[in-house]
């Protein structure tokens, strides 16, 4: 293709943390295997950028029991940790993946993940996108886009969660988020949009059929979200009831401090 497809690897991509955290732990525990092997007949997967959701959706999803257990499997962390568990240190993403789906696929046939932007390049090993991303994405059976509208939000979320290391409701602060910085927000900014651009970009000139699903929409109206995306993946009629939000809001008094400091210095308040 002539045309450029998305953004390329840049470094402002999150580099892969040293250690595993709890909820990296927890995803890959056995205790999330469905009972049994299925064979997948209904594939989809949610493209996303750090901060965006993703988790809540995607756990809503794994609570149904009817979707899967839409991981990042192109995570790095998560990819490492079935190195050291499976002891194939040459494991790739790819065959990570492929591995999960024995363990992850629900019983009636549905395999489901995550991906950020960058992890989809590193999986396909390319700086840019190329043809091998595009024919992945293209024998999915559905694509979900999950976006925030409100970057400057997302980008402030994106910076606490890296000072205090905890990226969910279930994982404890290690540190402090007093000290996180207009800076930090404005370089958190760069990393998020390095993501959800790519995404844009690659959707369009791919022409990709992505359903778009809005953080704000996810909070302000959780249930009625919840069906559009279930009735998307034509499993609302196996749902009678949408699973409780299973984790929580990690926004504070600092964020909104943040906020107002970020918006004031870029001239927008």
Known sequence: ??????????????????????????EMSSDRDFARNTPVRMRYSI?????????LLAR???????AGDPLEFFNLRLVRLAQVQTGNQSLTPIEFMRLMELRRTSPNGVFGMKIHYEQMLRAFQTN?????????????????WIRRRDR????????????????????????????????DCINSLQIISFQDFGWEQFIRVAK???RVVWYEDLISDYEETCRLVLRNLKLESAVPSI?????????????????EELTRYLGLS
């Not at 493209?47 to 988790?55: H, K």
């Not at 809503?60 to 009817?66: C, N, P, V």
């Not at 840019?128 to 979900?144: G, H, S, T």
């Not at 984790?247 to 943040?258: W, Y």
């Open 1 to 26: 293709m002539t045309q450029p497809l998305g953004l390329s690897l840049s470094k402002s991509a999150t580099p892969m943390p040293e250690f595993f955290s709890p909820k990296n732990l927890l």
């Open 47 to 55: 493209l996303s950028s750090q901060r965006s959701g993703s988790t």
């Open 60 to 66: 809503m999803l794994f609570e149904t029991r009817k």
């Open 128 to 144: 840019v996108p190329n043809q091998k991303m595009i024919e992945f994405l293209r024998n999915q059976d559905r694509l979900l």
């Open 152 to 183: 400057l939000r997302q980008a402030i979320s994106h910076a606490v969660a890296t000072q205090t290391n905890s990226w969910s409701s279930e994982e404890p602060q290690k540190a402090p988020a007093g000290s996180v910085s207009c800076l």
């Open 208 to 210: 990709l059929q992505a």
């Open 243 to 259: 699973p409780p939000p299973p984790i929580q809001s990690q926004s504070g008094a600092v964020n909104d401090r943040l906020y």
